[in-house]
Every structure is written in structure tokens, then in C-alpha cells.
């Protein structure tokens, strides 16, 4: 496969190809540039450690247990005022 | 951590797993976590009361956060939905790239950033663009999932998640900069967008 798009066609899919959300044939066109194109490769490489930090910041919030109780609890009382 | 009990039904094995995703877009949204816990809350009671409504099979969570957004919107949310302003839609933050390529290019200093520091970051965001960033790139929505969740064109959603991803770079470098995390460019703010 060739390198057949440029920087700027690189560039205005990048979003999209971090995202994992273009066609596998664009998306391959993405990779062939950035393999061979330094610049346009660091850019993607940090772009992607933003995003990586913001999918590390958000998974170290988690729901506390006292709150799942407290649902659980309402669902099951919801539960148990359909049943009777 | 413990996960819930379920007592075997449909909607605590599709719902309750998605628990912790609810509970970060609530905090989001609302900004608080007393908040967020009853927003939690009355998600999940109108979600098993329209249970009937969900496809087995289609993305849970998507059609959770979907019924958690509603609610945030009609009850919640103190004052009604504004309209986005145009000039909103306009705005072209900066690459922050360009500025860092000499001193950072890797971006280490997104990592450097305490984690509190960046979710007040988050949370600065004008609303619009937060709820999509929130969805994509913290939970994992992908652009189909989010302009159904949010009722907008999928072009909407690139288009306000690429400005709130810009400018939640340049508050996140903005705050480096000023902690010394990383040292301030010589060149004036402005110049050598990408």
C-alpha cells in the first residue's frame, strides 16, 4: 500500500482515526502516512497521550459502594411494589 | 470493589454495570456529588420503569446515559437550556502541539497534572462541548452513539468535541506553564496555530 495522502489530508483525519471511526481503508491510508512522516507520527503521538490521559483520569472515579447500596436498595423496593 | 447483589433480573445485569460510568457523567454534569448520587439514582428508577422501552442487545450504556442526561436537563439543571451562542461554535482554540513540539512533544505534562486539577479543567468547559468530551473521550462513546444520546448531527458532535479537546489542552498547558511544570514559550500567545 502506498503512501498516497499528504500531511493535510493526514492531519484532518487524525481525530478520527484516534477515535478508531474511520473505514479500515482510510484508516490504513492514516497509518502508511504516519509511518514514514515524523512530524505528522509525533503529532498523532500526542494527541493519543491526551486522550489516554483523560481515559486514565475519568477511570479513577468510580461510583461509591454506599451509593450502589442505596440504588440497589430503591431498585429493589420499585421491584418489590410491582410485585404486589 | 463489590459490585451490587443482583437478584437475577434482565435490568440489574444490563443496568448495574454501568454504575460507575453514570456515576463520573453525573458528577460532570452536575458538578457535585451529592448531586450526582440522586441524579444516579433517579436515572436508574426511570430506567427499570422503561425497561420495556430498551432492545435487548443494543448499547446499554448509551441508552442510560441518554435517560441521565434527560434527567439532568429537565430536573436538575437550574436553568433551561440555552441555546448555543454562534460565537461558541466559532471558536478556533490553538494547537496547543505547536507550542509544546520544542519543550514537550510528547506531552508528558498532561500526566504531570494532578487529577483533580484536570477534571476542574473539564468541568470549565462551556457545557456543550464538556458533555461531549465527557461522552468520547472519558467514557467511550463512539460519534453515532453520542449524537443519538444528544439528539445533535454526528458533524456537531466532531465539531464541538475537536473545540472542547482544544480547549482543554490549552487550559491543562496554561496551567502547566504557570505551575512550571513546563517553562512558558518565548513567543506570544496567538501565533502558529495548526
Known sequence: ?84 | MAEPTTAGRPFDAEALPHLDALYRVALRLTGDPTQAEDLVQDTMLKAYRSWRQYRPGTNAKGWLLTILRNTFINDYRRRKLEPVATDLEAIEPHAIYRRVEDVDPEGTFFSQIVDEKVLEAVDALPPEFREVLVLSDMEGLSYAEIAESLAIPVGTVKSRLFRGRRLLQTALYQYAVETGIIPAREAPMGQSDG
Not at chain 1, 5 to 32: G, M, Q, S, Y
Not at chain 1, 66 to 73: D, G, P, S, Y
Open chain 1, 1 to 84: 500500500m502506498g503512501d498516497s495522502i499528504n500531511c493535510r489530508e493526514a492531519h484532518a483525519r487524525l481525530h478520527d482515526f484516534l477515535k478508531r471511526e474511520l473505514t479500515p481503508e482510510l484508516a490504513a491510508e492514516v497509518e502508511a502516512h504516519l509511518e514514514h512522516c515524523r512530524p505528522c507520527f509525533r503529532e498523532a503521538a500526542f494527541e493519543e497521550r491526551f486522550l489516554l490521559m483523560l481515559r486514565e483520569k475519568a477511570a479513577g472515579t468510580c461510583c461509591p459502594d454506599r451509593v450502589k447500596a442505596r440504588i440497589v436498595a430503591a431498585l429493589h423496593a420499585e421491584f418489590q411494589a410491582e410485585d404486589g
